[in-house]
């Protein structure tokens, strides 16, 4: 190593810049200009995880685990698990192929893969507009992109988003806010459970 790290000067830099996207402020929760990387599959076929980038930041979705009848508490909870899995496949379709797609899938695995095949070759050169989330796990607070409704296209003008910053997202805000007041903001995305949450 030959800098000096004894000396600091106009080029020493105040703090180590995050390499993700954090949410710091509520301007933070819409985000311009990312671009999908990669629709992640789990290799043991539990979950899929969407993974963007807005200039070198990384940005990701929680880890998406797929909904099994036989674990959820009710026929209720799997239903509404199923919906926002599909719900959030769909947005990225609709983004990326086409307003009105039609897929059939063998099972969730199947699912994903198709979607990511038909998206793919689109992501490097569709910018979109994404609505980030707050989490919280054990006091901590981490960034994601949000599961409901999370992408829109750039050519939708800003004052006409319909990406819309929640009553819950500012609560999450302030709460972050006032934890970070105590203790240090990790740097890392939410840390996934082994159980899914449905």
Same mark, same amino acid.
């Given at each position: 190593?030959?800098?000096?790290?004894?000396?600091?000067?106009?080029?020493?830099?105040?703090?180590?810049?995050?390499?993700?996207?954090?949410?710091?402020?509520?301007?933070?929760?819409?985000?311009?200009?990312?671009?999908?990387?990669?629709?992640?599959?789990?290799?043991?076929?539990?979950?899929?995880?969407?993974?963007?980038?807005?200039?070198?930041?990384q940005l990701?979705?929680?880890?998406?685990?797929?909904?099994?009848?036989?674990?959820?508490?009710?026929?209720?909870?799997?239903?509404?698990?199923?919906?926002?899995?599909?719900?959030?496949?769909?947005?990225?379709?609709?983004?990326?192929?086409?307003?009105?797609?039609?897929?059939?899938?063998?099972?969730?695995?199947?699912?994903?893969?198709?979607?990511?095949?038909?998206?793919?070759?689109?992501y490097?050169?569709?910018p979109?507009?994404?609505?980030?989330?707050?989490?919280?796990?054990?006091?901590?607070?981490?960034?994601?992109?949000?599961?409901f409704?999370?992408?829109?296209n750039?050519?939708?003008?800003?004052?006409? $988003? +319909?990406? &819309? /910053? =929640?009553?819950?997202?500012?609560?999450?805000? @302030?709460? #972050?806010? $006032? +934890?970070? &007041? /105590? =203790?240090?903001?990790?740097?890392?995305?939410? @840390?996934? #459970?082994?159980?899914?949450?449905?």
């Amino acid at each position: 190593m030959s800098e000096n790290i004894f000396r600091i000067d106009s080029t020493t830099e105040e703090a180590t810049p995050s390499k993700f996207v954090l949410i710091n402020k509520e301007e933070d929760f819409i985000q311009d200009n990312v671009y999908i990387k990669s629709v992640d599959i789990d290799p043991e076929g539990r979950y899929f995880q969407i993974q963007a980038e807005k200039n070198g930041q990384q940005l990701q979705t929680q880890r998406q685990y797929f909904p099994e009848r036989e674990r959820s508490q009710s026929d209720e909870t799997f239903k509404k698990a199923v919906s926002i899995k599909r719900g959030l496949l769909t947005s990225l379709l609709r983004k990326f192929h086409s307003e009105d797609p039609v897929i059939e899938a063998a099972g969730w695995v199947d699912m994903v893969q198709k979607v990511d095949n038909l998206c793919k070759d689109k992501y490097a050169t569709t910018p979109l507009r994404v609505k980030l989330e707050l989490v919280e796990n054990k006091g901590k607070y981490y960034t994601n992109i949000s599961t409901f409704a999370p992408f829109e296209n750039m050519t939708v003008p800003r004052s006409e $988003t +319909e990406l &819309k /910053v =929640t009553a819950k997202d500012r609560q999450m805000l @302030a709460n #972050k806010s $006032t +934890e970070e &007041k /105590v =203790t240090p903001d990790s740097d890392t995305p939410a @840390a996934a #459970k082994d159980e899914a949450p449905f």
